[in-house]
């Protein structure tokens, strides 16, 4: 099996991409940013005067920060870094190729591939290394590609 897709740069879904490849350590941020952002407000609510400004400067900037990197990131990757990205998926492995970077594995080597409804992201060493866009796929070769990952035991739902 040999399936071919080629993708165009899309800041919308670069940015998407981004999120989900980093949806845990977003999820993490969110959670300290907003526990940070309640005590500061809960503070200044109760006139405590140290609380407030220590707590809710740095709560709204841990919040909105990693939504600006991930817009930022999406905005350089498909503005100045603007490339299109031809991913190849066969029996073996999966490979992507860009004109400024080649990557792939052998889904040996691959631990699990996280189906978050828009992109399987394709961990290996515990890390989320890339995300394929596989609602761009064709839906024969979605299928094809699913039930292979479902074989190898590697689809994980999200």
């Given at each position: 099996?040999?399936?071919?897709?080629?993708?165009?740069?899309?800041?919308?879904?670069?940015?998407?991409a981004?999120?989900?490849?980093?949806?845990g350590?977003?999820?993490?941020?969110?959670m300290?940013?907003?526990?940070?952002?309640v005590?500061?407000?809960?503070?200044l609510?109760?006139?405590?005067?140290?609380?407030?400004?220590?707590?809710l400067?740095?709560?709204?900037?841990?919040?909105?920060?990693?939504w600006?990197?991930?817009?930022?990131?999406?905005?350089?990757?498909?503005?100045?870094?603007?490339?299109?990205a031809?991913?190849?998926?066969?029996?073996?492995?999966v490979?992507v190729?860009?004109?400024?970077?080649?990557?792939?594995?052998?889904?040996?080597?691959?631990?699990?591939v996280?189906?978050?409804?828009?992109?399987?992201?394709?961990?290996?060493?515990?890390?989320?290394l890339?995300?394929?866009?596989f609602?761009?796929?064709?839906?024969?070769?979605?299928?094809?590609?699913?039930?292979?990952?479902?074989?190898?035991?590697?689809?994980?739902?999200?």
């Amino acid at each position: 099996m040999l399936i071919t897709l080629t993708v165009q740069p899309d800041r919308g879904r670069t940015r998407r991409a981004l999120r989900a490849r980093m949806r845990g350590s977003l999820r993490s941020w969110n959670m300290i940013g907003g526990g940070l952002s309640v005590a500061g407000l809960s503070a200044l609510i109760l006139g405590l005067p140290i609380g407030a400004g220590l707590l809710l400067t740095p709560g709204v900037v841990i919040l909105v920060g990693p939504w600006l990197l991930t817009r930022a990131a999406a905005k350089a990757r498909t503005g100045v870094f603007a490339e299109t990205a031809t991913y190849e998926i066969t029996d073996t492995g999966v490979r992507v190729f860009t004109p400024s970077m080649r990557t792939g594995y052998e889904w040996s080597a691959v631990e699990r591939v996280e189906d978050n409804g828009e992109f399987w992201i394709v961990v290996v060493g515990g890390n989320g290394l890339f995300v394929l866009p596989f609602t761009l796929l064709p839906e024969p070769e979605e299928r094809k590609v699913r039930d292979l990952l479902s074989e190898r035991g590697l689809l994980t739902p999200v």
